[in-house]
């Protein structure tokens, strides 16, 4: 009995030294190593570490829970920056999607700290949870908890306005009494107004992005934008040192405006008789149209008609009858009326017996090539 006294006396000695130096390698209690009977322990579990914004007062070995189970506990809590970076382990029978949230939650009002895993609900599921994953400060969040509810709620008693709701309430029945109709026809119409503006929705957005379009190749056109600006600015500047000049141009420019007004005035009824006295010049040239294009026709076809010119040259032969006028007097009036020459001919014939005031002579009537004239013709 003694030796057995002694072995567990030093048994207890052994495990007082292993705990005074665990003391002195940071102990901080029995949650600080792992205790039997928690989750995450065993066959195919795996470990994944979540950055989370604060963890209040939770302790190593709470719970992980998945749907309000419990499938994991916290093994490590450590500072990362100005966050905490927590290391989780989970039951091998539990999968996750890669982008998964981690948020702190609490079981009941006065109860304990968790760490619940879900889903996301913003995005769809990535990849797969898996040992040595990461899940970041982005997906992490935490609920408030009841020492933040009940803070807010003695800040919204204590300074909210709740009192000043009562009085809010006076006032909006004062403004509103005896104009309920008022007030239900501006619901109306502001439903109304929603409702067009849902429907225009399309349009509003096919507006902006055409703005934003526009706005684009302005911004393409920077260069060509500010140079017109420059430009412009120099063209105000000549603008303010001509202001003289022009003020004086359109002045002079008032004063011929009047001098053209004035003479205009004096001369209208001059000019009304001038146009009275065109009219008929112009109705004649207009009756004269078709005779004058028929002769512009002639004058580029001379000596032949367009018009018979067809009928005469056909294929490789002309059609043509030709009469010849050989007579003194013709020949004198064709070719030497307005020289020196003028009228002898004439004169020739009269003495040979031509009749004056009878074109042909009587005695030539015919053709002179075949009836020639005689010496022995009388008057």
């Known amino acids: 009995m003694t030796r057995i006294h002694h072995r567990l006396l030093a048994a207890g000695l052994l495990v007082m030294l292993a705990g005074t130096g665990l003391s002195g390698c940071g102990w901080r209690g029995l949650n600080s190593i ?3 009977g928690t989750m995450g322990g065993g066959p195919g579990s795996y470990n994944i570490q979540a950055q989370l914004p604060d963890v209040e007062n939770m302790e190593q ?8 189970v ?37 079981t009941s009002l006065l109860g304990s700290l968790h760490v619940e895993l879900a889903a996301p609900t913003n995005v769809a599921p990535e990849g797969t949870l898996h040992n040595g994953s990461l899940i970041p400060l982005s997906s992490g969040a935490m609920y408030p908890s009841t020492e933040q509810t009940l803070a807010a709620t003695s800040l919204l008693l204590n300074g909210g306005g709740i009192g000043q709701v009562q009085d809010i309430t006076k006032a909006f029945s004062t403004a509103f009494a005896g104009r309920e ?34 706005v684009g190749q302005f911004a393409d056109q920077k ?15 000549v603008l303010k040192d001509e202001h003289d000049n022009l003020a004086e141009a359109l002045d002079q420019l008032g004063k011929f405006s009047a001098l053209a007004a004035d003479s205009v005035k004096q001369t209208k009824q001059s000019l009304v008789h001038e146009l009275n006295d065109l009219g008929p010049v112009l109705e004649s040239l207009a009756n004269a149209g078709p005779a004058l294009t028929r002769s512009l026709s002639e004058l580029a076809t001379f000596p032949w008609p367009n ?3 067809s009928n005469w040259f056909r294929g490789d032969s002309a059609n043509m009858t030709l009469v010849l006028d ?11 009326t307005g020289t020196r020459f003028e009228g002898n001919l004439t004169e020739l014939e009269m003495q040979w017996g031509r009749t004056i005031g009878q074109f042909p002579s ?16 009388g008057p």
């Open 34 to 36: 792992p205790l039997p």
């Open 61 to 68: 070995n709470s719970r992980v829970r998945v749907g309000d």
């Open 70 to 106: 419990t499938v994991g506990t916290v093994t490590k809590i450590e500072r990362q920056d100005w966050h905490a970076l927590v290391t989780l382990t989970i039951n091998g029978d539990v999968h996750l999607p890669a982008n998964a949230t981690a948020t702190i939650g609490q």
């Open 181 to 214: 109709d008022d007030l239900r026809s501006l619901i109306g119409q502001l439903d109304t107004f929603v409702s067009n503006l849902n429907d225009q929705t399309g349009d509003i957005i096919a507006a902006t992005s055409s703005l934003n379009n526009l």
């Open 223 to 237: 260069p060509v934008v500010d140079r017109a600006l420059k430009t412009i600015a120099g063209a105000l500047a």
């Open 307 to 309: 018009e018979t010119l």
């Open 326 to 336: 050989l007579t003194l007097s013709r020949l004198d009036a064709g070719l030497f």
């Open 362 to 377: 009587p005695y030539t009537a015919g053709n002179p090539l075949v009836i020639p004239y005689r010496f022995d013709q």
